[in-house]
């Protein structure tokens, strides 16, 4: 018979102790530990045309494109695949994306829907590789629109962001 370990609870401090794996992504949600192995190569290519097209969409602003940073709020460690910086001195991103993965769908779709939402996150942008679909939620109007493919992606946070979704899955 198996049966479950209560998981133990971790402070920010023993969290920021800890010895950590390469390639192995960590975080540190209401004192438990998360791990995931690093992501895929399908994840990667995803990452690199979303990263292009932040780069290109917002290089004559003000803002700056992140990827894979820790983030810290609330006692939590959050590392988001990408994220918006509007304001040089913000500790805290305007817009997250995240692209799920088997090892981090649940957490990405339920848990950080509502911690990116308190933290003041504007935009929360969820791509599927599995469907060819993103999501975004807007918490600033409290809207949520899922788009496929075929459309073209609007920031209303920073209304010069617009990207074709093609783009995002091109050569995946």
Known sequence: MNVAKPLTSVTLEEFEQMEKTAHINYELIDGIVLMAPGPSREHQKIAGNLYYSLRTQLHETYCDSIYEMDIKFNGNVYKPDMMVFCDSEAELPEIIFEILSPSTRHTDLRIK???????????????????????????????????????????????ELVIPAAKIFEKV
């Open 113 to 159: 829907v509502l911690k990116y939402e308190e933290m003041g996150v504007k935009e929360y942008w969820i791509i599927d590789p599995k469907v060819k679909v993103i999501t975004i939620h807007d918490f600033v109007n409290n809207t949520a629109e899922t788009y496929s493919i075929e459309d073209t992606l609007y920031s209303l946070a920073q209304p």
